[in-house]
């Protein structure tokens, strides 16, 4: 069987957290969760924009406290293109199966509702075992990506 045929295994979250899809997280929330894993943090003020621009968001939300765990945002050209952004899992024993089922949940929506674009990722270094679980491949053919902050 060809490589980009075979398909992980559908993974589950932890008892206690739930995917959403519906309600927006909290500025605050989503800049809570980067901030913990180390990543930067765009002021509050820009985030209704960023979200109202996103195609779709996923969050993982831990259900006794209510917190954002988990979160990546979709923005596409609605033809060829597609980016994940904002790919965070909150560090600790269970960040692996957040970014498992963050990456495999967007994976799917983006086949079912964008099949053939091509995909780019903005994901930290804790995040590259889940991608290369669901696929992804490091520098293929030695192409580089290059990010460049404009502020």
């Known amino acids: ?3 980009f045929f075979q398909q992980p295994a559908v993974p589950t979250l932890p008892n206690g957290y739930r995917l959403e899809t519906v309600d927006i997280p909290e500025p605050a929330a989503i800049n809570q ?3 913990a894993c180390l990543e930067s943090t ?4 820009k ?7 996103s195609l779709w968001h996923i969050s993982i939300i831990e259900e006794s406290s209510g917190e ?12 060829l293109n597609a980016n994940l ?19 495999h949940r967007a994976l799917n929506i983006l086949r079912r509702d964008l099949p053939g674009c091509s995909l780019s990722v903005s994901a930290p270094a804790s995040a590259v075992d889940a991608l290369k679980e669901n696929g992804f491949v490091i520098d293929p053919n030695g192409i580089r990506a290059m990010g460049l902050n404009l502020s």
């Open 85 to 103: 952004w904002n790919l965070a899992a909150r560090p600790g024993p269970d960040q692996r199966t957040f970014f498992s089922v963050l990456v």
């Open 47 to 53: 985030w209704p924009l960023a979200l109202e621009r």
């Open 33 to 35: 969760l980067l901030a």
């Open 68 to 79: 954002l765990v988990g979160f990546v945002r979709a923005t596409t050209d609605q033809a």
């Open 42 to 45: 765009p002021s509050e003020a």
């Open 1 to 3: 069987m060809l490589p």
